[in-house]
């Protein structure tokens, strides 16, 4: 570098949570140099998971969502702009509007976007929606404030089971188009997508799996139809495309980092890999647009959409930006999520799709009240609980300690005749938002080293 770490030029590409919350954490850790934050977007960091949920519903704005600022962060802000091309090699962010911002480290906060329907002219269609954005998220609102006659959702993963659990409270007739076999397939497998998709039909969703849609009709500019792969038609005057997200790492394309459609690869400590696979010292990641190994899952690199990982990663981030050696620190956080719908509450801890059979170890679905446990060649991997999330804690140090699966008959979470089955997790030589690819094969069980999360 060319000045001390301490007073030199930090610049943060993503005015995001995790944009934020590493700035936050930069300062509160004595970084007393130059600090800027560039946002595609005009708005200050917002709250992206009240946007499918409570905006939808009517019970908050989205203008409301705004991230609350844990510390005065002391940052240059540049927001509407966004970042174009990379320079490494001269140490400057390329911004759209020809402005050239140097640095002598560099954070990528980039995130995601909401993955568009791919014909462009039936997406310009009034009535088809996506819900990434502040402005996503209010014109959708006021659409169904409206009342529509049916909502089609266009995909079941975990946003589109919240869109159409939020059309439902509201008494809208709802229609859920999802390729795969089942809901929330592609994070929690089939075997736990089976009961969501009882879930969907009994709130009175039509639930429609296998199909896809494979055109939006309009008149006059106006959404009026879909057409499906089975033949059928529907008649129906907005569309919300819930086809996941993609990664905003094309103004890294001639960068020379490993950047590409499933993220920015980075070491334990977020720091960017090249193309060459040489780990840099100036340039880190976190959040979405990340992947990063973790050892508890066979070093696979992960990538992960969730709201605690951006933040802890950013925190790590901007620790390690501003230390040397010894003082870094590794991003060992295990991953969890949740999501509200249908009037239930689900949590998980670890990585659902880095499995190979899954038992329901507490409740059952009838119930509505369960915890299913994941296993990985004999090991417990992850834990989805429903309206039982007390049980988090316990599973989650099953996960860091390598804890055997299934559950012993001696465990006390042993239920006596329910044996594990088939988690039924996505190839992930497929399409998949699940990890993709394993650099090494460490066991957790053989007590090489046992994780702890956070210091």
């Known amino acids: 570098m060319s000045r001390d770490p301490w007073d030199g030029r930090i610049v943060i590409v993503g005015a995001s949570l995790a944009g934020l919350r590493a700035a936050e954490t930069l300062r509160a850790e004595g970084f007393a140099g130059e600090l800027t934050i560039v946002g595609d977007e005009p708005h200050p960091p917002y709250d992206r998971p009240p946007l499918s949920k409570q905006v939808l519903l009517g019970r908050a704005r989205a203008e409301d969502c705004v991230l609350p600022a844990r510390r005065e962060t002391g940052a240059t802000w540049k927001l509407g702009v966004r970042a174009a091309g990379l320079d490494g090699d001269g140490r400057q962010v390329i911004l759209a509007n020809g402005e050239h911002l140097p640095y002598d480290r560099l954070l990528i906060a980039t995130g995601t976007r909401a993955r568009p329907w791919p014909q462009p002219e039936e997406a310009a269609l009034d009535g088809v929606f996506t819900v990434r954005t502040m402005e996503d998220a209010g014109r959708l609102a006021e659409r169904l404030d409206a009342g529509p006659r049916r909502v089609l959702v266009i995909g079941a993963g975990f946003t589109g089971s919240e869109i159409a659990s939020a059309c439902r409270e509201r008494g809208l007739a709802v229609t859920v188009a999802e390729r795969g076999p089942a809901p929330l397939i592609g994070a929690l497998g089939g075997t736990v997508g089976s009961w969501a998709a009882e879930l969907h039909r009994s709130h009175g969703v039509d639930l429609r799996c ?32 819930a086809l996941g997200a993609v990664r905003n790492t094309e103004w890294l394309a001639d960068s020379g980092l490993a950047a590409g459609p499933k993220g920015v690869a980075c070491d334990a400590g977020c720091r960017v890999v090249d193309m060459y696979g040489i780990v840099t010292d100036d340039v880190f990641v976190a959040g979405d647009v990340a992947r990063f190994p973790h050892p508890l899952f066979q070093y696979q690199f992960l990538a992960l959409e969730h709201w605690g990982n951006a933040v802890a990663q950013a925190e790590v981030a901007a620790h390690n930006m501003i230390s040397r050696g010894r003082e870094r620190r590794p991003h060992l956080s295990v991953p969890a999520f949740w999501s509200s719908q249908f009037g239930l509450n689900i949590k998980s801890v670890g990585v659902p799709t880095f499995s190979d059979q899954v038992v329901i170890a507490q409740g059952s679905p009838e119930e509505r009240r369960l915890v299913a446990v994941y296993g990985y060649q004999g090991r417990v991997t992850a834990a989805v609980t429903v309206n039982s999330a ?32 088939p988690s039924d997790v996505p190839d992930p030589r497929g399409l998949t938002h699940g990890p993709t690819v394993a650099l090494t094969g460490h066991l957790p069980d053989r007590r090489l080293v046992v994780l702890r999360p956070g210091g």
Do not use: M, N, Q
């Open 210 to 241: 296998g199909v896809t849609v494979t055109a939006l009709r309009g008149s006059g500019g106006r959404l009026t139809g879909a057409e499906l792969s089975d033949g059928s038609a529907l008649d129906v005057d907005v569309a919300v495309v």
């Open 390 to 421: 007390k049980s988090l804690e316990h599973y989650e140090e099953l996960i860091c300690t390598g804890a055997p699966f299934p559950p012993g008959p001696d465990a006390a979470d042993h239920v006596p005749g329910r044996e594990p089955e």
